[in-house]
Every structure is written in structure tokens, then in C-alpha cells.
């Protein structure tokens, strides 16, 4: 089992920055996948951005160019800056790592963390 606890949300003015951390522990094998999804009330999850075992990174056309992804895969950890915060990036962010034993994969999630962006 693996588990993931993220850091880093608030409450940030429009125009400011946010770093949020995503901390893995447990049963580790190998972390591939990792990254960063989002969920307001009343609407699906949605990708924000996810980068590879080997730093190749996707975004959604929403951030690019504001937010950043990127690992440390010694701590087990993901982070996200975000730039240039807009209200419609409130939502509660969420982590999610996939760990593979070699033979299976194993997706996991964090709790969320609540990102509020005032005008």
C-alpha cells in the first residue's frame, strides 16, 4: 500500500503563486506516472498536468504556460508550482501516483488539498 499526502494549499488573491507537495510512502516499488488532478462541486476530476518516470510532462491547455510540474524521485514527491492564479483554479487539487511491481500497476490518490483563488 502506498500512501500520498499533499501540502501546500491556501487561500492565494488572483495573480499570486501556490507550490503544492505530494509525498509518497509506503510499499514503493517503482513510482511511474505521477500527477496532478482537480475536482470543483458538481463537476467530473479533471487532468491539470502529469509527468513520467522520466520527467515527460503533460498539461492541461488551462495551465500551460502558468503551472509547472515537476518530481523528486528520491523523496517520493511531486510538486506543482502555480503562477498566475485565476479564480477558476479553485478546486480541490489531487495527487495520484501509479506504482508498478514490474508485473502490475497500482494507481493510488491523496485526500486533496483545497486551492481557493479570490478575485
Known amino acids: 500500500q502506498v500512501q500520498l499526502v499533499e501540502s501546500g494549499g491556501g487561500l492565494v488573491q488572483a495573480g499570486g503563486s501556490l507550490r503544492l507537495s505530494c509525498a509518497a510512502s509506503?510499499?514503493?516499488?517503482?513510482?511511474?506516472?505521477m500527477g496532478w488532478y482537480r475536482q470543483t462541486p458538481g463537476k467530473q476530476r479533471e487532468l491539470v498536468a502529469t509527468?513520467?518516470?522520466?520527467?515527460?510532462?503533460n498539461y492541461a491547455d488551462s495551465v500551460k504556460d502558468r503551472f509547472s510540474i515537476s518530481r523528486d524521485n528520491a523523496k517520493n514527491t511531486v510538486y506543482l508550482q502555480m503562477n498566475s492564479l485565476k479564480p477558476e483554479d479553485t478546486a480541490v487539487y489531487y495527487c495520484?501516483?501509479?506504482?508498478?511491481?514490474?508485473?502490475?500497476?497500482?494507481?493510488?490518490w491523496g485526500q486533496g488539498t483545497q486551492v481557493t483563488v479570490s478575485s
Open positions: 509506503g510499499r514503493i516499488f517503482i513510482l511511474n506516472d
Open positions: 509527468i513520467t518516470s522520466g520527467d515527460s510532462t
Open positions: 495520484r501516483a501509479v506504482n508498478s511491481d514490474g508485473r502490475y500497476q497500482y494507481q493510488y
